[in-house]
């Protein structure tokens, strides 16, 4: 099977593209590197000429208000060049709760993302993912201060980038789900719980202190987990963080 893996060189999508090739497949990783430009719409076209897959996995430069603009124009670029090239499967990675949280600009983005996605002219699959574990030390950098580091008690579920990797090329040689599927880490934390796990790994003598208006996340009312229905990956956070 020929995929095309756009936003194929970053942390998720050079993954998908080796576990994809090692399967037998065709993937090709395209990129703002390589010449395909999704905004400008430089390249695209070629990008997914003869692909049966188009995957999907770039990302908003900015978490801001922009990444709205980013996710719409994006999209249609893609699927009338998928659609054009007679592609039979587009594949988005998003966010597990990403229209529970509309106060932040990029869920809001990622959600309409999805909704373009689903109204489009492609069958479609969405795959859903908790917070990548990859992440928690960015996590932490946007409230650190000295030897402090503050973080709200929110519930997360963080999970390997590697597992992500996985669901995603599974999903993309699939048959078009036409909705969403979820996956997550197979434990949940507190992420002020899980700051001090990571420092304490890390040997790191900073203070974990939990501050309820501290960050993104602070904005989570709720949860953001998975439901009973979700695939949870097998890697757990401490054999992660080893």
């Not at 070629?46 to 692909?51: C, I, R, S």
């Not at 978490?63 to 670029?77: H, K, P, Y």
């Not at 592609?87 to 809001?108: K, T």
């Not at 909705?179 to 700051?195: H, K, N």
């Amino acid at each position: 099977m020929k995929l095309a893996v756009i936003g194929g060189t970053g942390l998720i999508g050079s993954q998908v593209v080796s576990i994809l090739n090692a399967a037998g497949h065709e993937a090709v990783p395209h990129a703002k590197s390589t010449g395909v430009d999704v905004i400008g719409g430089q390249g695209v076209d070629e990008a997914v000429a003869g692909a049966e897959v188009v995957v999907n996995l770039t990302n908003s430069p900015t978490f801001d208000e922009a990444s709205l603009a980013f996710f719409r124009t994006s999209m249609d670029n893609l699927l009338a060049a998928a659609h054009k090239a007679g592609a039979a499967h587009f594949v988005i990675l998003s966010i597990v709760g990403v229209d529970q949280v509309p106060e932040l600009d990029y869920y809001r983005a990622k959600a309409l993302q999805e909704t373009v996605l689903a109204a489009g002219p492609v069958p479609y699959s969405i795959v859903r993912a908790t917070q990548f574990m990859e992440f928690i030390d960015a996590v932490m950098s946007w409230t650190a201060d000295g030897d402090t580091v503050r973080l709200p008690a929110t519930p997360i579920q963080p999970i390997a980038a590697r597992d992500v990797a996985e669901a995603v090329a599974k999903v993309a040689v699939g048959t078009p789900l036409n909705g969403i599927r979820d996956i997550g880490g197979p434990e949940i934390f507190a992420l002020d719980e899980l700051g001090r796990i990571t420092l304490s790994h890390k040997g790191d003598s900073r203070t974990v202190v939990t501050d309820p208006t501290a960050g993104m996340f602070a904005v989570v009312k709720g949860d953001v987990l998975t439901d009973k229905e979700a695939h949870l990956a097998p890697t757990r956070y401490s054999d992660w963080l080893s």
